[in-house]
């Protein structure tokens, strides 16, 4: 078994995402009283060092920001995702995840632009450039929780594609890209969103019915 095998590298992956959620509930903890934590509060907190806290994030106001935006999120996102009514529909349980994230969207999305300017802004030399994803994985693991009911259906390729697609239209960028460039209100901006998720999903579906023998 080589170091590029796909059982190693997910192993790899869990434990990068179970520390990076250490740092974030810590940091949540840690400014539940209205302090701001240092980041060694926050790295001994999680049990981690410092370096390991900057390897996730390259500065305080950026995990600030994370985990703000994250205990916002994500107890009505896991509610909506565990609905029982939704079990087995994957394009239902997308479009749940949308509008749970747009009904929250007046508190978060502030924090989105200020996150995204930051990640895109990285101040230069004061961590090395990052070799994968310069955000966290949270809106991943929610797509990909949303999109559970095709996992053993989809082949892999085709499986990781959809999640790929669908992180282009839910999420932040999309909301800017929605507002900004296109000037559309709230409710326009949730039937486009949601229009073009099931898009996908229903195109998915439909391209593994149509190669299926």
Known sequence: MTSDDPVRRGGREAQRRRTRKAIVDA????SAGGATPSIDEIAAAADVS???VYAYFPSLDHLLIDATAGALNEPPVEEALNDPALAGDPA???DALIRTLLKYSPQSLPLGRRLIRLTVDQPAGETPE???PRRGPRRIQWLEQACEPL???LSQESYQRLISALTIVVGWEAQIALRDVRGLG?????EAITWAARALVEAAIREHEADSP
């Open 27 to 30: 940091a949540v903890r840690l």
């Open 50 to 52: 410092r370096r390991t």
């Open 92 to 94: 239902g349980r997308v």
């Open 130 to 132: 990052p070799t994968g």
């Open 151 to 153: 996992r053993d259906t």
């Open 186 to 190: 709230p409710e326009a901006e949730e």
